[in-house]
């Protein structure tokens, strides 16, 4: 179900995502998972005192000094194991990281975000420190997919070929790579 808060980005990558379900490669996907919770809310306590006609009355208040920051990624995703080195490689294998592939953990599980390639609004650089934080904080990569590039440099869901309201062909600007495509093209790199 798509919700009208998503970005196109995010509903961009469900299609990339349900064609890889459709095709065995993804088991299953979780938009907006869980939330990390990176910090605690720093609160400070103090006295004020109340002056009133007849006595004065302390009380005692918490003032908020940092709020709590919480971040939550796009996707949660659970791959099958014959997607391994065709999109998805572990943190510590002795493969070059590229753009292509994303990182997973042990238990064959990515997390992404998205974004679009041309970041208006500088989104990017601020993914890039909860992306850090994670890390550091929970040891999970949250991979960076940038769209449209990411379907550039691995495959383009066939949904995404044609326009979202009148269902005309889109204007893309690169060669258009269909999943199998894609995937006889890197299963020849590996023979």
């Known amino acids: 179900m798509i919700k009208s808060e998503q970005s196109n980005e995010e509903i961009y990558f469900s299609w990339y995502l349900d064609e890889l379900i459709e095709n065995g490669y993804v088991v299953k996907y979780k938009q907006q998972p869980i939330p990390f919770s990176l910090s605690d809310k720093i609160t400070k306590s103090y006295q004020k005192t109340i002056v009133l006609k007849t006595k004065t009355k302390v009380e005692d208040k918490l003032e908020i000094i940092l709020n ?4 939550t990624c796009d996707f949660k995703i ?4 014959k997607a ?7 943190l510590n294998d002795k493969i070059k990281q590229n753009s292509n ?3 997973a953990d042990k238990n ?4 992404a975000e998205t974004k679009a390639d041309y970041d208006m609004n500088n989104m990017t650089r601020l993914f890039t420190i909860n992306q850090k934080w994670v890390f550091s904080k ?3 990569i949250i991979n960076l997919c940038k769209l449209p590039k990411h379907f550039k440099d691995t495959f ?3 949904k995404y070929l044609f326009t979202d309201k009148s269902k005309k062909p889109r204007k893309i600007n690169y060669k258009v790579i269909t999943l199998k495509q894609y995937i006889d093209a890197v299963k020849a790199l590996s023979n």
């Open 156 to 158: 383009t869901p066939t």
């Open 138 to 140: 929970f040891g999970i």
């Open 78 to 81: 659970l791959w099958d194991i």
């Open 84 to 90: 391994y080195g065709i999109f998805y490689c572990y």
């Open 101 to 103: 592939l994303v990182i």
């Open 108 to 111: 064959n599980i990515s997390f």
């Open 68 to 71: 709590k920051h919480i971040y």
